[in-house]
Nanobody
Framework: QVQLVESGGGLAQPGGSLRLSCAASGFTFSAYAMSWARQAPGKPLEWVSGIRADGGDTYYAASVKGRFTISRDNAKNTLYLQMISLKPEDTELYYC??????????????WGQGTQVTVSS
């Protein structure tokens, strides 16, 4: 059974940083691209970043490019999102998601429960 468990969210000040983690199990992690997405109450889900199965290619939404870095450790079955220069508008529920195959796209078939990120002074 595919399981994705996010952690690392919390409260950060504007300009601060957080690192999200996503522990994956129930599938061959190294065979799938992975993504991060986020959603605020009443707003549509926003794709944030994606990474190829081997970590060789990464992709970012324009709103986070240059501030967020996606990475993965296939030996630990873990996906990461390093976030710096956080802004209040980054306050959302962040989800980890499994891609449909090796290459990263904006489509996903499994999602975690999410971890809340709040940016406020």
């Amino acid at each position: 059974q595919v399981q994705l468990v996010e952690s690392g969210g919390g409260l950060a000040q504007p300009g601060g940083s957080l690192r999200l983690s996503c522990a994956a199990s129930g599938f061959t992690f190294s065979a799938y691209a992975m993504s991060w997405a986020r959603q605020a109450p009443g707003k549509p889900l926003e794709w944030v970043s994606g990474i190829r199965a081997d970590g060789g290619d990464t992709y970012y939404a324009a709103s986070v490019k240059g501030r967020f870095t996606i990475s993965r450790d296939n030996a630990k079955n873990t996906l990461y999102l390093q976030m710096i220069s956080l802004k209040p508008e980054d306050t959302e529920l962040y989800y980890c998601a499994r891609g449909l195959g090796y290459i990263a796209t904006r489509s996903s078939d499994y999602w975690g429960q999410g971890t809340q990120v709040t940016v406020s002074s």
